[in-house]
């Protein structure tokens, strides 16, 4: 039995409970946050969410979690057959996140909380989009999914990090980067009709609806 | 035929290098520099060095291009074969990727290019650094490589990381982030007396002086 640590409000934490769903493996959810405190760390070595629990020990970074549960129970698989296929399945993975998400989490705090204009942010974040978004419409192969016919981790990377900074993009920007890429609407509506993100997009928004009430004034 | 694209001083292109001498792969190198020209795009989608080619077409991206040559020549195995043990393998580079050769990449420019220092990145950087060491301290397992007595995938990115980022902490810092980490510099060693990496620094050495030639006054 595996156990995830972290909260349904974090988008690291939902792609591995998507991926955990997809291939039905069993596991339980434990509380956590992200935290510099040495009772965490010597779970989740740098504080991030989400780690998890199994039977050889703790495992962190969303990237190695998801390859590590790929390879326990292959299928349903969540990477293509062909060795190039899923290469670049892997690439998307990290344009995705290397490049969209982790660029627009510069703005996260002042879009979300509130917090002031990164000024110099502004500018640096935009080019990386939109060479991001330039790279994406360059190598998907929509068909519903982004790598084609199967569902990926293309997807589940794309379905937990385009809604974020698309929010960061539409309000700073005014650039709709969802919409910017072909194909790219339609997979992530394909990925949320299925049953396993159902579960975990209810759970988020019952995660989110309770983190926005205990942090609002009042 | 593998074709690598990309120029002998860059630290990722000589991690898909020292994997593909690891592994006995052949290749042949194709000078490229990172460009924003979309002749170049057409290959590297964010411009960026290195990239292959294979009869299949082009991957860019060091993470995915080097889980394709281990799944495409599995031996020598860079990865362990416990499940597990992959895992935190790549759990191991991630750290080394996101948290000490990212972080410390912001202050790449001053410390080999003798721009201005980034006097923001100088507070923001020290903390992200001070956890990931801490972090490869709890996790590694030296023996003499860092995952044990094979040689991975995380010893490529230690090999190719550290000496940059240990350049930066040691000017900034005064701190010396290999020694700081048991068995990381036995660990480099190990690998650098290896006829692979050997080939790779003797390339790499040759090239940084050319560069340097190149761009120093006259």
Redesign the interface.
Known sequence: MIKLYGFAVSNYYNMVKLTLEEKGLAYTEVAAMPS?EQSY??QS???KVPCIE?D??F???T???L??LE??QPTPAMLPAN??A???T??I???IEL?IELAARRHFRHIFFGEALNE?ALAEVRPVIE??I???K??VKPGPFLCGSQMTFADVYACHSFPYANAVTTKLYGWDIIAAVPGLKDAMAAVAARPAARKVDADQQAALAAFMAQNSGG
């Open positions: 510099q760390k010597s070595p740098m504080g199994t050889e020990g495992l962190s970074e990237a190695a979690i390859e590590y390879e326990r060795l190039f899923r290469a670049k892997r690439e993975m990290r344009i490049y110099a060479s991001a330039a790279a994406l360059q190598i």
